[in-house]
């Protein structure tokens, strides 16, 4: 018989961590099918390609040359939120990430917190990275075979501009959606047939950068980078001011962190793969972050960057004064880009069958095919409303608001490490072996809080608005259904 809870206890009751043995199949569960090099690409495949392919166009206008600034700003603070990351994989090595932390250290009203910016974060970065693929499979078909995707089948209906928000009737963006088709397709057929195609793809998508960076050091002008910051007379922010703002901009392209925390219920030797899955796609992306972006501001001007489409394969068109290095690196993007959209509507697939199963949403979202050991129905909608979101909504309105519920996310994140050693200590749990957090369980985690609302200060008043309007909407969906419905609930 159910014990009667206290609002207070209901809101802060913790959900027990039961970790499937590695090898065992639960029925009607998710299967272990993954080593820790296809767990590493999907890290990699979340994150490199993001960030460099498009949010340049975005952050450079904010920050200048100083945009260098803003990519390790955003490294350093993704480098400290991965050390609790690494920790909190290896004591929980569950499917869900971060809203799985969070339900086994600070409650059950916090975890469905967590949820709702881990929703928002996947739903809309899936959606922005794809509206980006369709400029570079434009700029490809238009190199390649002198063809360009008319603009009326590549444009959304809601678009962003100075003057304020404009409609354009009968306009879609149909290449995302044709995209996100595409990826619903390879994740309803498993896991591990999506991972390797994701591991090819990440594979080519590397060369292609290295490729990138070798071409465009060729037309490097250390004259582009003076001066480093934006000065008097420059549209923006200046200073520091812009590279906070490029920054915040910039952090969700580090979302692939919490990609691989995801798949906790589908690596094999989850406790060992899980933190060395996220380390290693961490190192492995800043490294390229770094190197494509001194390439890119070398070879081009910081004022040629504000509005320019498919950007790194113009710059190679620029430098060589050719075609087809423009052309080789759209084919690649192409590819890249297809597994960035891949992997983040998987990670969002994968909170959603947390969630489910916890009882805090619909129990459809985690019936899982006996035939493939995927989440079917979970995978179609979630294909579904990120197709209609990148088919008709502006990348504009979706970059910064990725970042907000990322950096929320890493936050929550931060937060669960000190709290899971005290309940260790509390419970008499041995907090040897595996990865710890180094210097304790505070000095990271604080510096990492620090750090996440730092880059938040840049994030525009609209961007907060819609976030709140978002967190509220949230709050009463708790309140009114998964409060009462939660496996916790009746147990």
């Known amino acids: 018989m159910p014990v009667s809870q206290t609002l207070v206890q209901k809101l802060i009751r913790t959900k027990p961590v039961q970790v499937t043995p590695d090898h065992t199949h639960v029925p009607g569960g998710l ?106 499979l434009n700029n490809f078909l238009g190199n390649a075979f002198g063809w360009h995707i008319p603009t009326v089948l590549r444009t959304p209906m809601i678009v962003s501009t100075h003057e304020g928000i404009m409609f354009n009737v009968g306009h879609i963006n149909l290449p995302p959606i044709i995209l996100v088709v595409l990826c619903g397709f390879l994740l309803v057929r498993g896991a591990k047939e999506s991972a390797r195609t994701n591991a090819i793809m990440v594979l080519i998508k590397l060369a292609i ?62 406790k060992r793969n899980v933190p060395l899955g996220i380390l290693s796609a961490l190192g492995i992306v800043t490294v390229f972050y770094m190197l494509v972006a001194v390439a890119a501001m070398g070879a081009q001007p910081a004022h040629q960057f504000e509005g320019q489409e498919a950007g790194l394969a113009v710059i190679l068109q620029n430098v060589t004064g050719h075609a087809w290095p423009a052309l080789v690196l759209s084919a690649g993007a192409v590819i890249s880009v297809f597994s960035v959209t891949l992997v983040t509507i998987y990670g969002q697939t994968r909170i959603l069958y947390a969630i489910s199963r916890d009882g805090l949403i619909s129990k459809s979202f985690h019936k899982v095919s006996a035939r493939t050991s995927t989440p079917i129905f979970n995978t179609v909608v979630v294909c579904i409303v990120v197709a209609l979101v990148a088919g008709f909504v502006d990348a504009t309105f979706l970059w910064d608001m990725v970042s907000m519920g990322t950096l929320t996310a890493f936050m929550v994140v931060s937060v669960a490490v000190p709290v899971m050693r005290r309940k260790d200590r509390q419970q008499g749990m041995s907090t040897k072996g595996g990865f710890r957090v180094p210097f304790g369980p505070y000095v990271v985690p604080c510096l990492s809080i620090a750090a996440c609302a730092y880059l938040m200060i840049g994030l525009s008043d609209t961007t907060r608005l819609i976030f709140a309007i978002w967190m509220t909407a949230s709050i009463l969906t708790y309140f009114a259904y998964g409060m009462r419905n939660s496996r916790l609930n009746k147990a």
């Open 31 to 136: 299967a272990r099918s993954m080593g820790l090099f296809p767990l590493t690409m999907i890290g990699v495949g979340a994150t490199i390609g993001t960030g460099i392919f498009f949010t340049m166009v975005e952050a450079v206008p904010k920050a200048g040359p100083a945009v260098i600034l803003s990519f390790l700003l955003a490294a350093l603070t993704a480098g400290l939120t991965a050390l609790c990351y690494a920790e909190l994989s290896f004591r929980i090595p569950a499917s869900g990430s971060s809203y799985s932390f969070a339900y086994a250290t600070v409650g059950e009203f916090f975890a469905f917190i967590m949820a709702a910016c881990l929703l928002l974060e996947y739903g809309l970065a899936a959606s922005a990275t794809a509206i980006g693929w369709s400029d570079y």
């Open 209 to 270: 950068l290295l490729f990138f960076v070798a071409v465009a050091f060729t037309g490097f002008d250390i004259n582009n980078f003076h001066p480093f910051f934006k000065g008097e007379g420059e549209k923006g922010l200046l200073g520091m001011a812009g590279v906070t703002a490029a920054a915040g901009t910039v952090f969700f392209s580090f979302i692939g962190l919490d990609t691989v925390a995801t798949a906790g219920e589908e690596v094999h030797n989850p």
